[in-house]
């Protein structure tokens, strides 16, 4: 199983950037996919998640309104669409795939990808 994880970059406050996730090696179907992110000198932290067969989403209160999370079940692919981009936004951002949300955290998520860092400037 791979999670490629791509899109980072450094964009100004207000701006948007849709980030990336390439799954590959089994199919998807029944897993959750999730974005996670991890700023410097922090815990890792959730960012949404999506159920893959019915598309259902969910958001960390930090991000409802601005991000939004999809997949194309055609190209295998997860995405995060980020806008208004705040300076605490700033960390590496990690896509992430569980069996089943039993905690909502990290330790549901079995599958990670490596990561695409996303800078802010104020």
């Known amino acids: 199983v791979q999670l490629q994880a791509s899109g980072g970059g450094l964009v100004q406050a207000g701006a948007s950037l849709r980030l990336s996730c390439a799954a590959s090696?089994?199919?998807?179907?029944?897993?959750?996919m999730g974005w996670f992110r991890q700023a410097p000198g922090k815990e890792r932290e959730f960012v949404a998640r999506?159920?893959?067969?019915?598309?259902?989403?969910y958001y960390a209160d930090s991000v409802k309104g601005r991000f939004t999370i999809s997949r194309d079940s055609a190209k295998n692919m997860v995405y995060l669409q980020m806008n208004s981009l705040k300076f605490e936004d700033t960390a590496v951002y990690y896509c992430?795939?569980?069996?089943?949300?039993?905690?909502?955290?990290?330790?549901?998520?079995?599958?990670w990808g490596q990561g695409t860092l996303v800078t802010v400037s104020s």
């Open positions: 992430a795939a569980a069996r089943a949300i039993r905690r909502g955290d990290s330790s549901d998520y079995v599958f």
């Open positions: 090696g089994r199919t998807f179907t029944n897993y959750v």
């Open positions: 999506i159920t893959w067969n019915l598309g259902t989403a």
